[in-house]
C-alpha cells in the first residue's frame, strides 16, 4: 500500500528553521516528482516547492530564497527545509508525489506554526 508520512512540523518563532520530512513507501520513488504543498485555515491549497524524478528543484515565489526541497532516493524521502520562517508560512504541509500515468498520491500532513 501506498504511504506518505509527513514528520517534522510543530510550534517555531519568526525567524525560525524548521526541517520537513516525508517517508515514501509503496511506489517507486525516485521515478516520482515529489512536492510540498501547503494549507493555511479557509484557504485552498497552494504550491511550494517541488524536486522531479531527476532531481531538478522550483520554488513558489512565497518560499524562494527561504525553503530548500531535497530527495534521498536511498531513503525514499524528500525533505523541506525552512529558514527564515514568518508567520504567514503557518499551515498544513502536505507531502505529495506524481509519477508515470499521472498517479498522484498525497499524504496527511504536517502542521507548521509560526508565532511569538
Known amino acids: 500500500q501506498v504511504q506518505l508520512v509527513e514528520s517534522g512540523g510543530g510550534l517555531v518563532q519568526p525567524g525560525g528553521s524548521l526541517r520537513l520530512s516525508c517517508a515514501a513507501s509503496?511506489?517507486?520513488?525516485?521515478?516520482?516528482?515529489m512536492s510540498w504543498y501547503r494549507q493555511a485555515p479557509g484557504k485552498g491549497r497552494e504550491f511550494a516547492a517541488v524536486t522531479n524524478a531527476g532531481g531538478s528543484t522550483n520554488y513558489a515565489d512565497s518560499v524562494k530564497g527561504r525553503f530548500t526541497i531535497s530527495r534521498d532516493n536511498a531513503k525514499n524521502t524528500v525533505y523541506l527545509q525552512m529558514n527564515s520562517l514568518k508567520p504567514e508560512d503557518t499551515a498544513v504541509y502536505y507531502c505529495k508525489a506524481r509519477g508515470p500515468w499521472n498517479n498522484v498520491y498525497w499524504g496527511q500532513g504536517t502542521q507548521v506554526t509560526v508565532s511569538s
Open positions: 509503496g511506489f517507486t520513488f525516485s521515478s516520482y516528482a
